[in-house]
C-alpha cells in the first residue's frame, strides 16, 4: 500500500492512475478501523481499479472538545488492516496538511441541519461539508463510499455532491455489526466491559421499533415503547429517537406513504455518545 502524508506527491499519484483510464473509488474515515470502514474498502475494490482510504480525524467537526480528545488514534493497526485488505493507497495528513489556516466558511444545509444531529451537534455538519469538499478536490475520486450508519451524514453529502456540482457517484454501504447487533464504531472501544454489554440495547430497541411500527404502523406509540425499553438501563441516555423519511429525514407520520423509513436513535451509553439506525423495510 501507498502511504501519503502531503497532497502534492498524492495528486501526482493519482493522476499518474487517471491518465492510464484507472478508476478511483474513495473511502474518507477517521481511522481507528473496523470492519464497518472494511466493509468500505471491499465496495471501492469491486467498482474500482484504485482504492484510497483517507485517516483524519477532523477536529472541526466536534462540537465536544473532550470527544475529540478522547477519540481513538491507532494508526499504524489501522495500516495493517488496509494492508490486509488489499486497500492501494492510504491518505494520512496532519492538520497543519489539511487546514493551513482555521476554515471561516460557515454552511447552512436548510433542514438537515436542524434536526437529529444537527440540533445536537452545533456545527457538526459544516465540519463535515469542509473536509469532504477539500478532500474531494484534493482525491478528485470517481466514486465515494460512505456509512449508512452516518445517515445524516449521508444525506449531507449528498446535499454537497448535488448543490457543489462534484458530481461524484455516492455510495451507501449497509451497517456492519457486532454479533450482538451494535453498531460496529470507532467509539465502541471507550466502552467499559458493563457499557460495552448495555450499548447492544441500542440496537435491541431498533428491532422492536421496527416490529411494532411494521405491525402497528402507529409512530408515536413505536417511539414510546422504544424509549420506555432504553429507559430501564441506567448506564443509557436517550438524546433522540426518530422516526424518519430515510431519504430527506423528514418527520413519518404514515408509514405507508414513504418508500423508506429510518428509525435512527442516538445516545449516551456511559460517557459515550452513539448513533444507530435501522431501515424499516426490507430490500431484496
Ligand atoms: P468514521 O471513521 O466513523 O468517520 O467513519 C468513516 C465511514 O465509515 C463513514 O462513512 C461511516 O458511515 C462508515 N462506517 C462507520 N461505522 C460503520 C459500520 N458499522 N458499518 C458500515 N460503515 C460504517
Redesign the pocket.
Known amino acids: 500500500m501507498r502511504i501519503f502524508e502531503d497532497i502534492n506527491p498524492l495528486q501526482a499519484f493519482l493522476r499518474s492512475k487517471k491518465a492510464n483510464q484507472e478508476n478511483i473509488g474513495f473511502?474518507?474515515?477517521?481511522?481507528?478501523l473496523?470492519q464497518?470502514?472494511i466493509?468500505?474498502i471491499n465496495a471501492s475494490k469491486v467498482e474500482n481499479d484504485i482504492t484510497i482510504c483517507s485517516i483524519y480525524v477532523n477536529p472541526e467537526q466536534f462540537s465536544n472538545p473532550t470527544d475529540l480528545v478522547k477519540y481513538p488514534r491507532l494508526l499504524q493497526e489501522d495500516i495493517k488492516m488496509l494492508e490486509a485488505a488489499s486497500c492501494d493507497v492510504l491518505f494520512c495528513p496532519s492538520d497543519k496538511v489539511m487546514y493551513p489556516e482555521r476554515p471561516k466558511l460557515k454552511i447552512d444545509f436548510g433542514f438537515l441541519e436542524t434536526t437529529m444531529e444537527g440540533k445536537f451537534r452545533q456545527g457538526h455538519f459544516t465540519g463535515v461539508a469542509i473536509i469532504v469538499s477539500k478532500l474531494f478536490h484534493i482525491v478528485n475520486p470517481d466514486r465515494v463510499?460512505?456509512?449508512?450508519?452516518?445517515l445524516q451524514?449521508f444525506l449531507i453529502v449528498k446535499q454537497i455532491n448535488n448543490e457543489l456540482s462534484f458530481n461524484l457517484q455516492l455510495q451507501c454501504?449497509?451497517?456492519?455489526?457486532e454479533q450482538d447487533g451494535l453498531?460496529?464504531?470507532?467509539r465502541n472501544s471507550r466502552l467499559d466491559k458493563k457499557e460495552r454489554l448495555t450499548a447492544a440495547q441500542l440496537y435491541q430497541s431498533l428491532t422492536i421499533g421496527k416490529q411494532n411500527l411494521l405491525v402497528t404502523e402507529n409512530v408515536f406509540d413505536t417511539k414510546n415503547k422504544m424509549a420506555h425499553y432504553l429507559s430501564a438501563f441506567n448506564d443509557i441516555r436517550v438524546e433522540y429517537i426518530e422516526i424518519v423519511d430515510a431519504a430527506d429525514l423528514n418527520v413519518v407520520n404514515d408509514i405507508t406513504q414513504h418508500e423508506q423509513v429510518a428509525l435512527c436513535i442516538a445516545a449516551y451509553v456511559g460517557n459515550v455518545r452513539l448513533i444507530d439506525n435501522i431501515l424499516l423495510f426490507n430490500i431484496d
Not at 27 to 32: E, K, S
Not at 145 to 150: C, E, L, N, S, T
Not at 173 to 177: H, K, N
Open positions: 473511502v474518507p474515515t477517521m481511522g481507528a473496523h464497518g470502514h466493509s468500505l463510499y460512505f456509512g449508512q450508519k452516518d451524514q454501504v449497509p451497517i456492519v455489526r453498531a460496529m464504531s470507532s
